[in-house]
C-alpha cells in the first residue's frame, strides 16, 4: 500500500485512516513462511503543529517451528508503532529511529510493515521459555519423555566419576 503524505506534509488537516489486511506471503522467518494469514494493520497518519505522525497497530498470526525441538508453533503477535514523516532530515548522517524520509511524499507502508516485524520478532523462536529441546542421541523430544541414552564421560574427567559411585 501506498501512502500520499503531500497534503499532510503541506501542513493540511486532513487524516489519513489505515485499515487493512497487508497480503504477507512472501516474508520469510528463518527458512520458511510463517504468516499465513496476513498482517492487520490499523491506524492514522495526521498533521499536528506542523509535525506529521503516523500511529499505527500492527496484528498477525504466527506458525512456525520451536528451533530446540521441532514442535509447531501458533502465536498471536502484536505491537504499536509511532514515527513522525519526514521529507527529508536536516543532516543526512542521523538516524532517528523515530523517523521516517518519504522521497517524493510517499511511502510504502508495506515495506515499512515487513521490516518493522522482522525487527520485531525473536532471533530464536521457542515453544515456550524452558524448552528442553531434542535429545542428541536419540533425538526425543525431552520436553515429552526422558531419554535412556547413557550420559557420555569426558575422558579426562573419568576418574572423578569412580567418586560417584557407591
Known amino acids: 500500500m501506498q501512502l500520499d503524505f503531500t497534503n499532510l506534509l503541506n501542513s493540511s488537516d486532513d487524516v489519513i485512516n489505515i485499515d ?5 506471503d512472501d516474508f520469510m522467518y528463518d527458512t520458511y513462511k510463517p504468516l499465513k494469514n496476513g498482517v492487520r494493520v490499523n491506524g ?38 509511532k514515527k513522525i514523516i519526514v521529507s527529508k ?28 516485524i522482522q525487527l520485531f520478532l525473536p532471533i530464536k523462536m521457542l515453544c515456550k ?21 547413557e550420559k557420555e564421560v ?3 574427567l573419568a576418574a572423578l566419576s569412580d567418586l560417584l559411585i557407591d
Request: net charge negative.
Open 20 to 24: 487493512y489486511v497487508m497480503n504477507a
Open 44 to 81: 492514522r497518519a495526521y498533521q499536528k503543529v506542523g509535525v506529521v505522525h503516523l500511529d499505527l497497530d500492527v496484528d498477525f498470526d504466527f506458525f512456525g517451528v520451536c528451533d530446540r525441538c521441532m514442535d509447531d508453533i501458533e502465536r498471536k503477535y502484536g505491537f504499536s508503532l
Open 89 to 116: 532530515m536536516e543532516n543526512e548522517n542521523d538516524d532517528y529511529d523515530d523517523y521516517i524520509v518519504v522521497e517524493n511524499n510517499v511511502l510504502d507502508l508495506d515495506a515499512l510493515i515487513n521490516e518493522e
Open 129 to 149: 521459555e524452558d524448552c528442553k529441546g531434542l535429545c542428541q542421541g536419540c533425538g526425543k523430544n525431552l520436553n515429552y519423555e526422558k531419554c535412556e541414552c
Open 154 to 156: 569426558d575422558p579426562r
